[in-house]
């Protein structure tokens, strides 16, 4: 076998290179030929071109995201922020939290089960890297229209993958969305988060320091699945003939995870790691160049040493495999004896692959020949930078000026509870157990809120009940309308739906899925979106610690709507005093709290009734937001509220009924002075949220508001077992409770 060496390579500096096959710009393979002072080898060839992929490099978004950083709110909590596998924020108590969110969109296109498996699995690693152990899942989803074939052969195989790899590792799915648009039809959104804890001196970092110390590649063996994966696969569109490429998809084994999760853990509590980087995206060519890139020196590996499923991968295919459940440590030498009995103890293959050196170079062998001789930042954070032409699109004004609020209203109370029904029975705002029925939500026995609750939250504390609570949340349509404004919406809802169960909103995590950077119109919208996100981020004082951005999201021409997904993680002292959505006693007052405008762009209502998209989205204040806020974590603690859903897709009727379900108890309500039904019933308005409130609490509770400013209206009362909007119409919880339980099963089941 002729080895492309690196001599070789000086010498022969006019072979022909299939830089373009493996994705690069022919600038940038000009400029790695400059950084080198020749040509690549093949070794070399693909590490680049997988490390300076979309995916991997952020080289279109870079110059953008740089504001989550120049804009980042001053916030004690945080201890690790971007840069690492996952931001980590003190809790209290010597508790830290780790978590993100990314995507795995394109792969679960093409193989819907595996893909979305892999996205658990890689989402698990990136938080277990982190000296943390992992607690929890999400998973918020968009898929196609509900009832097109497609979304039939995607959604019931990503839901399966993602139940199936969560559950097997013992890991609670406690939220996420399920979302449904035409939009996605060719290109679903599968994001995956996943939440750890540790104490504070157990937090780790990927480098590689220590000049003779050990690099140990350790778990599943490597082998021919996923070459050019999530990096590849995500650095594209899709053409429209479909899903092909199976076997870039990579393929996932939780009961391989699950031990070296545990070994992994033993190996930190015996504090055998030095740096450590879980192998996701891009292989070894990420994990090496990345240690040695944070490192102090270089590093040598010796390739032909790692272990294989397939004795015929060639040394390019070696380091760009996708192969799951890897992990790649620096050890001291002393150290490396110990570690190696607890990988064998825990039936996790382990295996001595290189050292760090004294030098500035990453170094990789194959057989005795040098096929890799690189300075590794270069791979892995100096990657190409782009400045991407963007420019709002001509067609903007016309959907803005496509005013939503002028749709035909019903003219009947009979057309009013018609459309309450049609809204709540659409495939966006029905009921989801369908799916989340697939997911273990209890396991481990300290979830305390799981879907279909407003954030979902675990106990981290036995002793003293001290617990995190994390919600997801976008929407697209507002974004497509005003993507600056979407992004603060989408901030301010995940922040209202942590502050709605009691917990205090701390630090955030982001998942921005869009479609091609090289349309000067979608950049536009990546561009207004990160900046609203950064914006609101300042003024919520919740700093980004790390995220995910996703592009060529779209099929041929067609884009998705510009998604940002925002996560939010919020702290609550003790568990036993959050706050649940459920009306669940008879008498109790209901309260609306906010105020209620007639804003309709992007709503439920619109797309569901009258199919329509335009107009502008409801108006954020982050100040209202922030006393919203305040206002229910107070109530929740002492003891003011007993439960507290917040309003988004399909308004306050939407809310109340989700929470009359919840509790199995009816309410009766009253529209207010100066608000029509209608508005009252859908009006999509930001920066509110339905409580209940006992009686003898009425008093107090509105005392807090009124002297905090916030308006709190009465607006009915739990009663009964039928939804009442009194002078309009009844709804036995019966029909609701069809009506909001039959649309997913029906389509999917």
């Known amino acids: 076998m002729t080895l492309d060496t690196v001599k070789h390579a000086a010498e022969t500096p006019d072979t022909e290179q299939p830089w373009a096959e493996l994705g690069l710009k022919q600038d940038e393979y000009a400029r790695i030929r400059a950084i080198l002072g020749r040509r690549p080898t093949g070794a070399e060839l693909a590490m680049y071109s997988v490390m300076w992929s979309e995916h991997c490099s952020y080289k279109s978004s870079k110059v953008h995201l740089r504001q989550f950083g120049e804009k980042a709110p001053e916030n004690d909590a945080l201890l690790v922020g971007i840069g690492e596998n996952a931001g980590v924020v003190d809790v209290g108590q010597n508790y830290a939290v780790t978590f993100k969110v990314e995507s795995h ?38 898929f196609g229209a509900a009832d097109h074939p497609d979304t039939k052969r995607v959604l019931p195989g990503v839901v399966a993958g993602i ?14 969305e399920v979302v449904f648009d035409p939009c996605y039809q060719g290109n679903p959104l599968v994001n995956a988060l996943c939440v750890g804890v540790m104490k504070h001196e157990d937090i780790h970092l990927a480098k590689a320091s220590g000049t003779g110390n050990k690099v140990v590649l350790y778990g599943a063996r490597t082998g021919g699945d996923g070459i050019g994966g999530v990096s590849v696969l995500a650095s ?82 070696i380091l760009m495999s996708e192969s799951q459940e890897r992990m790649c440590a620096v ?123 407003d954030s979902g939250m675990i106990r981290i504390d036995e002793e003293t009940g001290l617990g995190v609570a994390v919600a997801t949340d976008g929407n697209g349509r507002y974004t497509k309308l005003d993507p600056y404004a979407g992004a603060r919406l989408a901030l301010a809802e995940s922040y209202r739906n942590v502050a709605a169960t009691g917990a ?80 669940s006693e008879e008498g109790q007052l209901l309260y609306l709290l906010g105020d209620t405008k007639e804003e309709l762009g992007g709503s439920a209502w619109s797309q569901v009734v009258h199919d329509h998209l335009g107009g502008l989205p409801p108006a954020v204040d982050l100040d209202r937001e922030k006393l919203l806020g305040e206002i229910l974590i107070s109530a929740s603690r002492d003891g003011m509220i007993d439960a507290a859903h917040d309003l988004s897709d399909g308004g306050l009727v939407q809310a109340v009924a989700e929470s009359c379900l919840r509790g199995g108890k009816g309410a009766r309500l009253v529209v207010p002075d100066g608000l029509d039904a209608f508005t009252f019933l859908f009006s999509e308005s930001a ?61 999917f089941a």
């Open 105 to 142: 969109n394109h792969p679960s296109y093409i193989e819907p089960y595996q893909g979305a498996a892999t996205g658990i699995g890689g989402i698990v690693r990136d938080i277990l890297a982190m000296g943390a152990r992992p607690v929890a899942v999400m998973d918020p989803l968009r």
């Open 163 to 176: 139940g199936g790899y969560g559950n097997c590792l013992g890991l609670p799915n406690i939220g996420g």
């Open 236 to 317: 594209e569109t899709f053409d429209s003939t479909g899903p092909a490429k199976r076997p870039a998809v990579q393929v996932g084994d939780p009961f391989q995870e699950k031990l070296l999760i545990e070994c992994t853990l033993e190996l930190f509590r015996e504090n055998l790691v030095e740096g450590i980087q879980d192998l996701g995206g891009a292989g070894l060519s990420c994990a090496t160049s990345e240690l040695a890139s944070a490192g102090s020196g270089g590093m040598r590996v010796e390739l032909d040493t790692v272990p294989l499923r397939d004795a015929t991968l060639s040394p390019e295919e």
């Open 331 to 453: 050890v001291e030498p002393g150290k490396v004896d110990r570690f190696l009995e607890i990988c064998e103890k825990w039936d996790v293959i382990a295996t001595v692959i290189g050292e760090v050196t004294d030098g500035e170079r990453l170094e990789i062998f194959w057989h005795g020949e040098q096929i890799v001789d690189v300075p590794p930042r270069t791979v892995a954070h100096e990657g190409p930078v782009y400045e991407r032409p963007y420019a709002r699109p001509e067609w903007q004004d016309a959907l803005q000026s496509d005013d939503a609020n002028r749709l035909p209203r019903p003219e009947t109370d009979e057309e009013l509870r018609a459309q309450v029904l049609k809204v709540i029975s659409s495939p966006n705002q029905a009921s989801k157990s369908w799916i989340t029925g697939q997911y273990d939500r209890f396991v481990q026995g300290n979830t305390v809120l799981a879907q279909p609750e």
């Open 504 to 583: 205090r909103p701390l630090a955030i995590s982001n998942c921005l899925n869009f479609g091609s950077p090289e349309d000067p119109g979608v950049m536009w919208q990546f561009a207004e979106a990160t900046r609203g996100l950064a914006d609101g981020c300042l003024e919520l004082g919740t700093p980004v610690t790390g995220g995910n951005v996703s592009l060529y999201n779209q099929t041929g021409e067609t884009a998705i709507h510009p998604t940002p997904v925002v996560a939010v993680l919020g702290v609550i002292d003790d568990v036993a005093r959050r706050t649940p959505m459920a009306f």
């Open 687 to 747: 920066g509110r949220a339905v409580v209940a409130v006992p009686r003898s609490e009425e008093l107090r509770f509105t005392d807090m508001c009124g002297a905090r400013g916030l308006p709190a209206t009465r607006i009915g009362v739990i009663d009964g077992e039928s939804l009442d909007v009194q002078g309009h119409f009844g709804l036995p919880l019966a029909e609701v409770r069809e009506a909001h339980e039959a649309t997913i099963p029906a389509l």
